[in-house]
Structure formats: C-alpha cells, structure tokens
C-alpha cells in the first residue's frame, strides 16, 4: 500500500528538521509536507478500489455457493423422481435425499460463513490501515497549522 511509503517520508521528514530550541518544535518545508499530504489523499481512493473488489469477490462467492447448494438440491430432486415407483427404495431415497438437502444447505451456509469471514478479516485489516493513515494526516496537518 503506498501510502505506508507517504507517511514514511512524512516521519523522515519530520525526523530530520530542524529543532527549535527549548520549544519541542521543529521546522518544516511547508509545501513538501503539503504535497506528501495530497499523494496521500491521491492513493487512498485506489485502496478503496481494492476494498470494494473484496466486498464483490465475497458476494460472488456467495452466489456460487448458492448456485451450488440449488444443483445440489436439484440432483437430488432429480434421484429421488427416479426411485418414486418403488416402495423400499423410495423410503431410502427420501432419506437420502433429505442427507444430501441438509449437507447441501449446511456446505452453503459453512462457504458462506468462511467468505464473510474473510471478507471481514481484510475490511478489518483495511480499516485499521486507513485509520493509522488518517491519524498520521491530522496529526501532519496539525503540526502544520501549529507551525503557521
């Protein structure tokens, strides 16, 4: 993610300036921070478009896992219209059959899970990321306000 780079150069900066005795302030180039500070506000978007892959990627994986359970609900619909005319073996059809439906649904609900599960652990991640950035922003544009 290159904002870390950004704010990397923003605390090299920042490490490297000129001290202000007895003050605790330093000094620095104005319209380089600012610049640093609009590359920044620049790239972000780009993450946004990776979250935003994410969250589709998720979806679709919901779909397919949908999809996938209604084949199997349909396959085995399909089985057990095959074995209707025989009484023994209907019974064990029907029974099979309500397996594969539970196992179907329980496969789906268990895919599904999984996504979100993943789907929320990278948001998470994203958004811890973007908090440190957004911190880093404010207080970089803070200490050039207090310097004005």
Known sequence: MEYFKIIEQIREIINSASKIPFSGKIVV?????????????????????KARRIIEERQQILVEAQKE??????????????????????????????QI??????????????????????????EQHLEKVLE?????REELKQKR
Request: aromatic letters at 2%.
């Open 29 to 49: 180039d104005q319209t380089q921070m600012l610049d640093l500070i609009d590359e920044i506000l620049r790239v972000l978007p780009d993450d946004l478009k």
């Open 69 to 98: 359970g209604e084949m199997i609900v349909k396959e085995a619909k399909n089985h057990i219209e095959k074995m209707v005319n025989q009484d023994e073996i209907t019974k064990l059809a029907r029974e099979k059959s309500e």
């Open 136 to 140: 880093t922003v404010r207080k970089g």
């Open 101 to 126: 439906l539970s196992n179907a649904k329980q496969t789906a609900r268990e895919i599904r899970a999984g996504a979100n599960n993943y789907a929320d652990e990278v948001l998470g991640q994203m």
